[in-house]
C-alpha cells in the first residue's frame, strides 16, 4: 500500500520558475527519499534526507522535512525542460528494509 | 554500464502463461528489491533479498509469484498463470550498505 499522498498530483510551469512538490507520510520514519521518473522508465534517486534533518539542499534541489507533521517538501528552483517527470517521495523506516512511495506529482516545465 | 539492468524491457504474454523477469544487480550490491508499478501510482514492494537470502515478502506476493537469488546475485521474478491485472511496471532495484536504491529500468508486462 502507499505510504502517503503528494501533492499537487500535477504541477505545470514556465521554464525558469520554482516548482514546489509536498508529500504526506503516515508512519514514523528513518528517513525521506525523493526519486524522479521520467515516462515509463526507471526510478533515479535525487536526495535523501534522514528523521533528525530539517533541511537539505543538492544543487537547484531543496528538501524539508516536519516530522511532527509527517511531511515532506521537494523545492526545484530555476526549473528546466528536462526536469519534466514524475517526482516520488518514498520513506524508509529501517525495520522493513524497504522502500514505501508515494503516489507522486507528475511536473510539466513548458518553454 | 554497471548500474541495475533488467531483461526483458517489455513482455506482451497471454492470460494463463507463465513469464520471468531477470535483474542484474550492481555487483557490489548485497540487497535486492522487486517492485510493482501500475499507471499513475508510485512503485509498491514485493519482495526483498540479502545475499540469497529472500528476508521479506509483500503480501501482494500471492502464490503465484515467485522470486529466486541463487547465488546472491542476479534474481529472478517468475509469475505463472498471469492475470490481466499482472499488467504493470515490474522494477528491480539493489543497495549496499546505503538505503538509498538504484533502479533498474523496468520490464513492462502486459497481459493480453
Known amino acids: 500500500s502507499q505510504q502517503g499522498e503528494e501533492d499537487p498530483q500535477a504541477l505545470s510551469i514556465q521554464e525558469g520558475e520554482n516548482a514546489t512538490m509536498n508529500c504526506s507520510y503516515k508512519?514514523?520514519?528513518?528517513?525521506l527519499q525523493w526519486y524522479r521518473q521520467n515516462s515509463g522508465r526507471g526510478l533515479v534517486h535525487l536526495i535523501l534526507?534522514?528523521?533528525?534533518?530539517r533541511e537539505k539542499h543538492s544543487g537547484r534541489l531543496r528538501v524539508t522535512l516536519d516530522t511532527s507533521k509527517k511531511s515532506s517538501s521537494l523545492l526545484i528552483t530555476a526549473s528546466r525542460a528536462a526536469d519534466t517527470a514524475s517526482y516520488f517521495c518514498?520513506?524508509?523506516?529501517?525495520?522493513?528494509?524497504?522502500?514505501?512511495f508515494g503516489t507522486g506529482t507528475q511536473l510539466k516545465v513548458e518553454l | 554500464d554497471t548500474g541495475v539492468s533488467q531483461d526483458p524491457r517489455h513482455k506482451i504474454t497471454k492470460r494463463g502463461q507463465n513469464v520471468t523477469f531477470r535483474c542484474d544487480p550492481i555487483?557490489?550490491?548485497?540487497?535486492l528489491y522487486w517492485y510493482r508499478q501500475t499507471l499513475g501510482q508510485g512503485p509498491e514492494f514485493l519482495t526483498y533479498?540479502?545475499?540469497?537470502?529472500?528476508?521479506?515478502k509483500s503480501r501482494l506476493l500471492s502464490d503465484r509469484f515467485s522470486a529466486e537469488r541463487p547465488k546472491g546475485s542476479f534474481s529472478t521474478l517468475e509469475i505463472q498463470r498471469t492475470e490481466q491485472g499482472d499488467s504493470a511496471m515490474y522494477l528491480c532495484?539493489?543497495?549496499?550498505?546505503?538505503?538509498?536504491?538504484?533502479f533498474g529500468p523496468g520490464t513492462r508486462l502486459t497481459v493480453l
Open positions: 532495484a539493489s543497495t549496499s550498505v546505503s538505503d538509498t536504491q538504484y
Open positions: 508512519t514514523s520514519i528513518n528517513n
Open positions: 534526507i534522514r528523521s533528525n534533518e
Open positions: 518514498a520513506t524508509f523506516t529501517g525495520g522493513g528494509n524497504k522502500l514505501t
Open positions: 555487483s557490489e550490491h548485497n540487497r
Open positions: 533479498f540479502q545475499n540469497e537470502a529472500q528476508l521479506e
